[in-house]
């Protein structure tokens, strides 16, 4: 498409529902691996980077039972890892996280970068500094990383170069496939970071701070559970529909909103003259996070006194500032 032809001064009405997270989806896609049992994971987004990830995966051995969104993975015996699409895995950086999945079943394997090597050093630092802490040595050539994972190490206090949710997630899923106790400092509280931790004791990993910036996670070097875990509903995607509302005025009615990741940004939009009603609350099918609908009424926006930024955590959503540029058009003030 060259160019869009937008038609603006429309209202909206009628519900919608927030549908699963992507971010969640494709983290937990990832840790399916550590699991010799079969793993369902329940209302799986369908979306393009979930389909690209199903196709490395496909690519090297692991099988799908499709059951609408329902999805059960079973892993080989043996990784095929020198099959992998490596096409498919060019165009998701979520296919990092192969490092730490892989990490319990192969000694030394070969994973493809996301856009060769425009990643960067500097983007990947966070996972060489954390993993090598657990046993794993990690080079890079043009094109792949380089993975030597023989001899995992537990007992381990590691502190995150970064504050970043892929991270985490990395190093929760080698923690969760050492015997013995691993600590993780400076770790993400964010919303697809608890939903690996939600999955992980599922698998009978335990973990203690879940929410929090330390982790302290005490897994098994063998895992084998047959287990099915729903996967808990998008605060970003909750954020772009009730965005949609406060921009034009609308209002409409946002079902399942996992509101303990968006009352900072509902406090900013109260404060700019928006006006909601929570109408229920509830918790999600995987009994873990709080769902909220959400009623949005006609308002008249101001511009906030102060700036408007993310924090890693704790904080507006780094993902969910970009919807606070129409917000701000809409409103009166600078």
Same mark, same amino acid.
């Given at each position: 498409?060259?160019?869009?032809?937008?038609?603006?001064?429309?209202?909206?009405?009628?519900?919608?529902?927030?549908?699963?997270?992507?971010?969640?989806? =494709? &983290?937990?896609?990832? /840790?399916?691996?550590?699991?010799?049992?079969?793993?369902?994971?329940?209302?799986?987004?369908?979306?393009?980077?979930?389909?690209?990830?199903?196709?490395?995966?496909?690519?090297?051995?692991?099988?799908?039972?499709?059951?609408?969104?329902?999805?059960?993975?079973?892993?080989?015996?043996?990784?095929?890892?020198?099959?992998?699409?490596?096409?498919?895995?060019h165009?998701?950086?979520?296919i990092?996280?192969?490092? /730490?999945?892989?990490?319990?079943?192969? !000694?030394?394997?070969?994973?493809?970068? &996301?856009?060769?090597?425009?990643?960067?050093?500097?983007?990947?630092?966070?996972?060489?500094?954390?993993?090598?802490?657990?046993?794993?040595?990690?080079g890079?050539?043009?094109?792949?990383?380089?993975?030597?994972?023989?001899?995992? +190490?537990?007992g381990?206090?590691?502190?995150?170069?970064?504050?970043?949710?892929?991270?985490?997630?990395?190093?929760?899923?080698?923690a969760?496939?050492?015997?013995?106790?691993?600590?993780?400092?400076?770790?993400?509280?964010? %919303?697809?970071?608890?939903? =690996?931790? *939600?999955?992980?004791?599922?698998?009978?990993?335990?973990?203690?701070?879940?929410?929090?910036? =330390?982790?302290?996670?005490?897994?098994?070097?063998?895992?084998? !559970?047959?287990?099915?875990? +729903?996967?808990?509903?998008?605060?970003?995607?909750?954020? *772009?529909?009730?965005?949609?509302?406060?921009?034009?005025?609308?209002?409409?009615?946002?079902?399942?909103?996992?509101?303990? *990741?968006?009352?900072? +940004?509902?406090?900013?939009?109260?404060?700019?003259g928006?006006? %909601?009603?929570?109408?229920?609350?509830?918790?999600? !099918?995987?009994?873990?996070?709080?769902?909220?609908?959400?009623?949005?009424?006609?308002?008249?926006?101001?511009?906030?006194?102060? !700036?408007?930024h993310?924090?890693?955590?704790?904080?507006?959503?780094?993902?969910?500032?970009?919807?606070? =540029?129409?917000?701000?058009?809409? &409103?009166?003030?600078?």
């Amino acid at each position: 498409m060259e160019y869009f032809k937008i038609r603006g001064g429309k209202k909206l009405s009628g519900e919608i529902t927030v549908n699963s997270s992507k971010n969640a989806a =494709v &983290a937990l896609l990832m /840790g399916a691996l550590i699991n010799k049992g079969k793993t369902t994971l329940k209302n799986v987004p369908q979306i393009e980077e979930v389909n690209r990830l199903f196709e490395v995966l496909e690519s090297i051995g692991v099988r799908f039972e499709r059951k609408d969104r329902d999805i059960t993975i079973i892993v080989p015996k043996k990784i095929e890892i020198d099959k992998i699409d490596k096409k498919s895995a060019h165009k998701t950086r979520s296919i990092i996280l192969l490092i /730490g999945a892989l990490a319990g079943k192969l !000694k030394g394997y070969s994973i493809p970068q &996301a856009g060769g090597c425009r990643l960067g050093s500097r983007t990947i630092m966070p996972h060489l500094f954390a993993l090598e802490k657990l046993g794993i040595k990690i080079g890079t050539t043009k094109d792949n990383f380089e993975v030597k994972a023989g001899n995992l +190490e537990s007992g381990r206090k590691i502190v995150l170069y970064e504050k970043g949710d892929t991270v985490t997630e990395n190093v929760l899923l080698v923690a969760a496939q050492v015997a013995g106790k691993t600590t993780i400092k400076m770790a993400s509280a964010n %919303y697809m970071v608890q939903d =690996v931790c *939600f999955f992980l004791e599922k698998l009978g990993v335990k973990i203690r701070g879940i929410g929090t910036e =330390v982790l302290e996670v005490e897994g098994s070097r063998s895992i084998e !559970k047959d287990i099915s875990y +729903e996967i808990s509903e998008d605060p970003i995607e909750a954020m *772009f529909f009730i965005s949609l509302a406060a921009s034009t005025k609308s209002e409409i009615l946002i079902k399942r909103c996992p509101i303990d *990741f968006l009352e900072l +940004e509902l406090l900013k939009l109260e404060k700019m003259g928006f006006k %909601y009603q929570i109408v229920k609350r509830y918790e999600s !099918k995987n009994g873990k996070t709080n769902l909220a609908d959400i009623r949005t009424f006609t308002s008249d926006l101001k511009a906030l006194p102060e !700036k408007i930024h993310p924090l890693p955590s704790n904080g507006i959503n780094i993902d969910n500032l970009p919807f606070f =540029v129409p917000i701000g058009i809409s &409103a009166k003030g600078k």
